[in-house]
């Protein structure tokens, strides 16, 4: 059942903007997939696309073996003969239907009888847990369960494909984390192929099974969260994932395994990179130590965020500013000594002028 | 990559793309309703202005008699020379421009006062009673703008050129002075107290939606109250200010009723009175060098309000969601100038009214003593001892037809104002930030700059010869009813955008992602979520509709005679208590067309108003 997504140089220009820009993507079936980046980098616009809301200027786009939009062949099937649902950001459920109506909004139109309706509307409410509501308003109902409802009308008339966005970004921290766990087991269920619009990369890392990291309208990498987190494609990827954010310290490559930071160098392993790059490592792989270690450098704990599960130090050589993660609540003190050890193992290298991956570990 | 593709299609396929492309554009409501609305726009508003410039630079058959050897239809500047440079033009155009000039600028600046202050203390003091100002304000709206007019002519005529007595000179014996009876004092006053509804609401909502922290943050810094008001709440109401003067002034210059009231009868014109007494002698492409005039004039002002308020326009989103914490205290003096302002209210409102209607009652004219009071007015059969054997108005046929007409042209026209209003919403608000769209948002715009009588004026030649698929207009009710509508363009196609503004592309989306086609997404989403706009359009142009007098007045036969036009035909004819009666039959049908509407639907009057 799941269906296949191919999106073949995709240009979408807003007035002299380029949103899309000769964009490239095949989402295989059953694919979780996650379009990351900060406003403005086209993801809601490319999904506005496949979803039909917008005409590109240039491309096609395929759903399953169905030509859908073509800008050569001057073909583009409307939103509704595309077979997909769609969950907004703010719900987009109609104020002036009760759940039932506006979970059957779209079953009439495909003519089903009135007890097909009572079926579907009572397995996509099931789905969502809201078995009950469906004779009440959106008005009478939280957030949380408005958003459910939206994502059970997108149930109830089964489309091929679920394009959501940003879905959870209207609801609380916390109801969005419960929404992340059922969103992720809803398509573990269905296992339709899905595309999911987010600029929290803590949803795209949890949820996805693949992810496409977007900046200006190109995908900059597309690869699996775990491969984005620890192997970013390039430096924006990596400064865009990961809270607290990666360091990024500018260095010389030295022979024998060392980059010089300047003030110290740290040991690599391997021999790929040369001349100018950008050192990146996350804060968690950073050893710290209230007392002097061999081969560490020597900062002072410029400032301490315990929160709870772990704990977040800042510390400062100078001018140079490194961010450290710790497990638990940090016993150091603002303004004490620090010893820093960088573990070899866990460094990235980008080359310097373009940015892109030169070396990374294994 | 992606020319690549369209470079292997041979020639045919491309072109069958083109076709493909362009039907699907077209295809989408918006587009096809935006050029349909275009083409709506360009034969209502364009067609006819460029009518009315081409009739001013060219020969007519009437001017033949002062132009020797000329031929009808040949180009010339002889109207323009004519009324702007020659001795006749000091008259017609020069003396009538400064009046109406001084007229706007007075009639503005006393609407300002009264409505400035009112609006201050109601928003920003511990004033009682401030449901009954906000009620009492608008109250004025609803009459004709020159009720006022008719009225001060009861209280104060003084026989220098005829018609009834007034009440004052009654009383006392002698004769109030002419400058109190006519001309520029009395034709002030009545549009000032007509108009201040519209700086009450302007300025009551800017002085809301400020942030009462903007001035607690003054406060703490250690500033006076009076500082406080001076630096700090008034330049944030000034485009407010601004824009309700420029509004009123662009209103009042081309009103028609007060001057045709209080200025006509001792010969002092303004450029709306000269347009119609030009027209009415034939002179159409004199007239239509006037309304030229007054259209740049309203341009020009308009221009300046949008150059000042746009600038400055920043400031108004600053406030919000401002709930005002902090009241100027009145103390002992509240119940005072309350009780004030409420009766100064109540005379305005009711004042005018019960001059009129006593007027009516008056079986011998200027006697007002009550036992001259009779109903023969209004339900009198015809005695020719008693206004020329004209029957009383309930038993009048010509006011049956007058008050049908007047119900019919408000129904038909606030029904197809409401309609485009949404058409023209959905359109200008689905393609925002497209070229179609600002060329429609554009064209709607432009009724707005037209003065009423120089828009009444600009269909006259219109439609007088079969255009199309339209027959010739010229003298029926349909021409009444597309020049109403016409002119409301603006107004429908501005609440048209916010009422759609409100909706959400999204919920539109989603039902397009259901499967929905564009009319079942109309239907069953845009219509139902806007309907609460659509009545409260449709009340608003029902009621500006029933007491319009400058739009029409230069278009209405007597078979379309209308209730407005004909208190205008009844007063210069004389029949000042017929004239009377007519404009309270007109209230009473707005008051209950008011209060049918809003009893049906839940929208109401002041909702429209502030939309």
Redesign the interface.
């Known amino acids: 059942m799941a269906t296949t997504i191919t999106i ?2 995709l ?1 979408k220009k ?2 002299n903007v380029v949103a899309v820009n ?1 964009l ?1 993507l095949t989402i295989e079936p059953g694919t979780f997939l996650t379009l990351l980046g900060p406003s403005g980098c086209g993801k809601t616009t490319l999904l506005r696309c496949i ?3 917008e ?1 590109p200027n ?3 786009i395929y759903i399953g073996d169905r030509l859908v939009f073509s ?6 099937l ?5 077979e ?3 969950a ?3 719900y ?5 239907m009760t759940v039932y109506k506006n979970l059957t ?2 079953l009439e ?2 003519k089903l009888s009135k007890a097909q309706m009572d079926e579907r509307v009572k397995e996509a409410l099931a789905e969502v847990q809201m078995d009950g509501y469906q004779d009440r308003y959106p008005r009478e109902m939280s957030g949380g369960q408005q958003q459910r409802i939206a994502l059970a ?1 997108m149930l109830a ?1 089964r489309p091929k494909v679920f ?1 959501m966005d940003e879905p959870l970004s209207n609801l609380d921290a916390r109801l969005r984390m419960d929404m992340r766990g059922e969103l992720k087991r809803l398509h573990h269920v269905s296992g339709a192929t899905t595309v999911y619009v987010t600029h929290d990369q803590l949803e795209a890392l949890t949820m996805s099974s693949t992810i496409a990291v977007m900046k200006l309208g190109v995908v900059q990498q597309l690869d699996t969260p775990d491969r984005v987190y620890h192997f970013p494609a390039n430096l924006f990827v990596a400064d865009f994932i990961g809270n607290p954010k990666v360091n990024l310290l500018e260095g010389v490559v030295k022979g024998n395994n060392q980059v010089s930071l300047g003030k110290f160098d740290i040991p690599m392993n391997t021999n790929a990179a040369t001349g100018d790059v950008v050192v990146a490592v996350r804060p968690e792989d950073i050893d710290i130590s209230t007392q002097p270690k061999d081969g560490a450098v020597q900062f002072i704990a410029y400032s301490v965020l315990p929160a709870g599960a772990d704990s977040t130090i800042i510390a400062r050589l100078d001018e140079l500013e490194m961010t450290i993660k710790v497990n638990g609540i940090s016993k150091i003190k603002m303004d004490e000594k620090i010893w820093l050890t960088f573990d070899p193992d866990a460094l990235n290298l980008y080359d310097k002028k373009s940015g892109d991956l030169i070396a990374s570990h294994v | 990559m992606a020319t690549a593709i369209v470079e292997q299609l041979p020639l045919s396929q491309r072109i069958l793309a083109n076709i493909r492309r362009f039907f699907h554009w077209l295809s989408s409501p918006q587009v096809i309703l935006a050029l349909i609305m275009l083409a709506v726009m360009f034969y209502m508003v364009i067609v006819p202005l460029y009518r009315m410039v081409m009739t001013t630079i060219t020969y007519s058959e009437n001017d033949l008699r002062y132009a020797k050897g000329a031929v009808a239809g040949d180009f010339t500047l002889f109207h323009w020379v004519r009324m702007l440079t020659t001795k006749i033009g000091m008259m017609m155009t020069i003396q009538p421009l400064m009046h109406s000039l001084t007229i706007s600028l007075g009639a503005t600046g006393l609407a300002f006062l009264i409505g400035g202050s009112l609006a201050w203390l109601v928003v920003r003091t511990d004033l009682p009673g401030r449901n009954a100002i906000n009620v009492l304000a608008v109250i004025p709206y609803i009459m004709p703008s020159w009720t006022i007019a008719m009225a001060w002519k009861v209280m104060f005529n003084n026989g220098t050129t005829g018609g009834l007595p007034g009440m004052l000179m009654f009383w006392t014996g002698t004769p109030p002075p002419d400058w109190l009876a006519y001309g520029p004092f009395p034709i002030i006053i009545s549009s000032g107290l007509h108009y201040y509804t519209f700086f009450f609401l302007f300025v009551s909502a800017a002085l809301m939606s400020i942030d009462s922290s903007l001035e607690e943050a003054g406060e703490l810094a250690g500033a006076s109250r009076m500082r406080i008001l001076g630096k700090i709440t008034f330049p944030l109401v000034v485009p407010a200010l601004l824009s309700g003067f420029i509004m009123t002034f662009a209103k009042v210059m081309g009103t028609y009723g007060g001057p045709n009231v209080l200025g006509v009868p001792v010969r002092y014109y303004t450029v709306s009175t000269m347009i119609r007494s030009n027209i009415t002698v034939g002179a159409v492409g004199d007239a239509f060098v006037l309304a030229i005039t007054l259209i740049l004039f309203s341009m020009i002002t308009i221009n300046i309000n949008q150059k000042i308020v746009g600038t400055r326009k920043s400031y108004e989103t600053i406030g919000g969601r401002g709930f005002m914490s902090q009241k100027t205290k009145l103390r002992g003096m509240r119940y005072i100038i309350s009780a004030a302002v409420i009766t100064f209210q109540v005379l305005i409102a009711s004042g005018p009214l019960i001059l009129l209607t006593w007027s009516t009652l008056m079986l011998r004219s200027g006697n007002y003593s009550l036992s001259n009071l009779t109903l023969a007015h209004w339900i009198g059969v015809s005695d020719i001892r008693i206004n020329s054997g004209e029957p009383g108005i309930l038993r009048n046929p010509a006011i049956y037809r007058a008050a049908w007409n007047s119900i019919r042209l408000s129904v038909m026209t606030a029904f197809f104002t409401a309609f485009l209003g949404v058409i023209l919403g959905y359109s200008i608000v689905k393609l925002r930030g497209t070229r179609l769209g600002s060329y429609t948002e554009q064209l709607a715009f432009i009724p707005y700059v037209i003065p009423g009588i120089a828009f009444g004026a600009v269909y006259i030649t219109m439609f007088s010869k079969p255009v199309g698929p339209i027959p010739p207009l010229y003298g029926t009710f349909a021409l009444l009813v597309v020049v109403s509508v016409a002119k409301h363009i603006p107004y429908s196609s501005r609440s048209g955008v916010s009422a759609m503004l409100q909706v959400g592309r999204e919920l539109e989306e989603a039902a397009a992602v259901a499967g929905a086609n564009s009319w079942r997404r109309f239907r069953m989403i845009i219509f139902p979520l806007t309907r609460a706009g659509f009545i409260s359009g449709f009340l608003l142009t029902f009621i500006t509709t029933m007491r319009e007098l400058s739009l029409i007045i230069l278009l209405v036969t007597p078979s379309t005679q209308v209730l407005s036009s004909l208190t205008m035909r009844y007063s210069e004819n004389g029949n000042e208590q017929q004239a009377n009666a007519v404009i309270i039959l007109l209230i009473a049908l707005v008051l209950a067309g008011n209060f049918i509407i809003g009893r049906f639907s839940g929208g109401s009057l002041k909702k429209g108003l502030g939309g």
């Open positions: 073949k140089n240009t807003f007035g000769n490239s979803a039909g809301l005409d240039e491309g096609e800008h050569a062949k001057g073909i583009s409307p939103a509704g003969q595309r997909l649902g769609m907004f950001q703010n987009a459920l109609w104020p002036h909004f779209a139109i495909q009308r008339y394009l």
